[in-house]
């Protein structure tokens, strides 16, 4: 009589999807303290240590805004604090996570224009040059795009697209959704002439979901004074040096947090932003390299189709004839790894792998594992060890 086939999913359980990404240890015993005093002592400390290193963590002189919301949070404070009712703006898309901020614009009132790169490709800089160069009356008020769309893991070239707008001497606003690369790819808001970067607490960053961050340059912050569509809750102003610390987040504190991203921070200058980037790029590889070698017809590709493009955070991995959410749930139920869904149109046909914030090589090699041995219980096709050929890349 045959042996049940046992099931290996107890013991810890393994997250790795692209956020919300796992919580350092450090950062959870950071929160779990009763709620202080919010208006003197150690709350108003962290609260401008935070405000003091938030610009150097993404290369910016310019003013860091923390406010008590999601990406889509951010999203909306950047729009309503540089645009009016009526601005038209072009989306430049690579996934899905533009063309989603393009919607929320458009529900805004604004004009949105929606650029799409060929699938498995970045946006392409040339095209975006071209379609400002065609606006000869300059009625185009923001470039919207991401840095690395969490959907597709495709990264998009922004020192290349911030040259193409200028070499039109277009005045249009850059503005870059960096949700998924602030503390896991190299970002330089001033040398690349980003105008707005916006990010939030629950991916490279290693906190949990809840605060959203704005960047703000120069020319956003010219762009303020005659932004129709500033709200109370989200306007910049008040919330900028405020005489009172409660004021930096339009009412009450978010207290845990706080002390949680303060540490958070204080671990990524611990390892160096310099060594956190090489990390993250180590993983990708491997990553990379294990779907190479895992490649057969019929079987797993990169959807990101140019390595160049191919981001460091998040790897979306195309499944051919393999049943994606039969891998997944293999993975999660039997084994114990939670993969990332694919989503809308990667749905059912793709999903993805998150190495971003506190992830080691073992925790990875790990997740690596659980995915060929999905493979090899739906006997796929196969091309090789994938995680042999990721232990290599390490090595």
């Known amino acids: 009589m045959t042996s049940p086939s046992p099931n290996l999913s107890h013991g810890p359980d393994t997250v790795a999807i692209p956020g919300p990404s796992i919580v350092p240890p450090r950062v959870l015993t950071a929160m779990a303290r009763p709620m202080p005093d919010i208006y003197e002592g150690d709350l108003i400390d962290t609260s401008l240590e935070v405000a003091a290193t938030l610009p150097g963590l993404v290369g910016t002189s310019g003013a860091a805004f923390v406010a008590i919301a999601n990406g889509h949070g951010g999203w909306e404070m950047a729009l309503t604090n540089t645009l009016s009712r009526g601005d038209r703006v072009l989306v430049a898309d690579c996934g899905l996570f533009a063309t989603a901020w393009g919607d929320l614009a458009r ?22 040059g071209e379609y400002l160069a065609a606006d000869t009356l300059r009625s185009i008020k923001a470039v919207l795009l991401v840095h690395v769309d969490t959907a597709s893991s495709i990264r998009n070239d922004l020192p290349a697209i911030r040259a193409a707008i200028d070499a039109t001497g277009h005045p249009a606003l850059l503005m870059v959704d960096a949700i998924a690369s602030i503390g896991c790819e190299p970002y330089r808001m001033d040398e690349w002439g980003i105008d707005v970067t916006i990010s939030a607490s629950q991916k490279g960053l290693m906190t949990p979901p809840g605060l959203a961050f704005v960047w703000a340059g120069d020319r956003a912050w010219e762009a303020h004074d005659q932004a129709g569509l500033r709200t109370p809750y989200w306007d910049w102003l008040p919330r900028h040096d405020p005489p009172a610390n409660y004021l930096r987040y339009c009412g009450t504190p978010p207290v845990s947090h706080l002390f949680a991203v303060r540490e958070a921070l204080a671990m990524i200058a611990e390892e160096g932003i310099d060594q956190v980037w090489a990390r993250h790029a180590a993983l990708a590889r491997a990553v990379q390299a294990a779907v190479d070698a895992w490649a057969a017809p019929g079987g797993l590709t990169l959807w990101a189709r140019e390595p160049a493009e191919r981001a460091n955070s998040v790897t979306t991995i195309y499944t051919g004839a393999v049943d994606a959410d039969l891998l997944r749930q293999i993975a999660r139920a039997e084994l114990g790894v939670t993969l990332g869904i694919g989503l809308r149109a990667f749905a059912g046909n793709s999903f993805r792998i998150g190495h971003m914030g506190f992830v080691s090589a073992a925790s990875l090699l790990g997740v690596l594992g659980v995915v060929e041995t999905a493979l090899l219980r739906l006997d796929a096709p196969l091309g090789a060890s994938g995680v042999a050929a990721a232990a290599a890349a390490l090595a």
């Open 107 to 128: 529900a805004l009132g604004l004009d949105v224009e929606l650029l799409r790169a060929d699938d498995g490709r970045a946006v392409d800089p040339v095209q975006i």
